[in-house]
């Protein structure tokens, strides 16, 4: 005879019902939670320090044109675009260094 099925209007525990969780999955390990949770934390602050990084390299680029209600279009044309390249490119070429001194590159 097989066996009755449970109240499921009884708010039971589905991953303890054979019947809601044949496989009998589990949520978590115990300790599994707080290792996950601190890789989340690693991670969460290794893409803010990404970010930052490149986001001091996008504000050295040229901003698209603009155009106006008139029709006129406005263009960034730095004073010494040389300088402004040079810094463009001493950035990137110091993204690697930057990464492995905050521990994002190994």
Do not use: F
């Given at each position: 005879m097989n066996a009755p099925l449970p109240d499921h209007d009884n708010h039971h525990n589905a991953l303890l019902c054979p019947y809601c969780n044949p496989e009998r999955l589990v949520l978590a390990r115990p300790g599994e939670v707080e290792v996950l949770q601190a890789k989340l934390q690693t991670?969460?602050?290794?893409?803010?320090?990404?970010?930052?990084?490149l986001s001091g390299i996008h504000a050295l680029l040229y901003p698209a044109p603009r155009t106006l209600p008139d029709g006129r279009t406005m263009v960034f044309r730095p004073e010494n675009p040389h300088e402004f390249m040079q810094e463009l490119s001493d950035r990137i070429r110091a993204l690697p260094d930057e990464m492995t001194k905050a521990g994002l590159l190994k």
């Open positions: 991670s969460d602050a290794s893409v803010q320090i990404a970010v930052k990084l």
